[in-house]
């Protein structure tokens, strides 16, 4: 069965031990070598300080969710919340939830980590937060920041993914720096909307054919190209972007 713990430890192993570290303040945990040698299970071999491997299940749970029965080996939970937090440590888990990510987070970390940051932004209220893990994760290089990106759009509250696009998508949080997006302010707002548009296009790799780059050349209407420039962000061609318009 899909679930997103299996996902990411399917695409990055030793994430796990990203998270025992920061469950453990930082301090060195002695295990190494993360496997995931089952493909089905959101579970990771880790190396004990001893040589031998154990077994390590990685779960997501938020207030409310029942504490579902332990698997044989380790149990890592990420809690989106300080309530599940405080009863998954009752249950005697490792837990890294939003006390901890507090801990953890650093724009500096959350580029070179989209998973950590990814659940990070989901346990936080903190729509900077939000926003500046959202930038990190959509300048990232592979599949992994758009997978991502959604996954958080889809986890955060109505009101803090509002708030979050609304960030990402405004002037003062463009998706690349300054210096880059200046000179399409300067050049004149609506032109520079569609030059951001481009951009996204480009650097996500949805090609862009005449008649979708003169639609987006023609087109002046505010609404609409802050429209196709969010649906750019998870788009997995440039007919996803511009559905519709024909």
């Known amino acids: 069965m899909y679930t997103m713990p299996l996902e990411m430890v399917r695409r990055h192993p030793g994430l796990v031990l990203e998270l025992l570290s920061v469950a453990y303040g930082g301090q060195p945990t002695g295990y190494a070598g993360a496997r995931h040698d089952e493909p ?4 990771v ?3 004990t300080p001893a040589g031998d491997w154990v077994q390590v299940e990685l779960v997501f749970a938020r207030k409310g969710e029942p504490i579902e029965g332990r698997a044989p080996g380790m149990r890592v939970v990420v809690c989106f919340d300080e309530e599940a937090a405080a009863r998954h440590r009752e249950a005697d888990a490792v837990v890294v939830g939003p006390r901890e990510f507090r801990r953890w987070y650093s724009l500096e970390r959350a580029v070179e980590s989209p998973e950590m940051a990814t659940l990070c932004a989901i346990s936080s209220a903190d729509p900077d937060v939000h926003a500046s893990v959202a930038k990190a994760l959509l300048l990232q290089a592979d599949e ?3 997978h991502y990106y959604s996954y958080l759009c889809s986890s955060l509250p109505t009101a803090h993914r509002a708030r979050m696009e609304s960030l990402v998508m405004g002037e003062s949080y463009l998706l690349i720096d300054d210096a880059v997006t200046t000179p399409f302010w300067e050049a004149g707002r609506s032109h520079g909307r569609r030059e951001m548009l481009r951009w996204l296009l ?3 790799g949805l090609k862009v054919d005449r008649v979708q780059d003169a639609a987006i050349e023609a ?3 505010t609404a609409t190209v ?3 420039t969010r649906r750019a962000l998870t788009a997995t061609s440039a007919e996803e972007v511009f559905i519709g318009v024909w």
């Open 45 to 47: 071999a880790l190396q």
């Open 226 to 228: 802050q429209e196709w």
């Open 219 to 221: 087109c002046t209407r």
């Open 144 to 146: 992994r920041g758009s």
């Open 202 to 204: 480009a650097h996500r």
């Open 40 to 43: 089905g299970t959101p579970a």
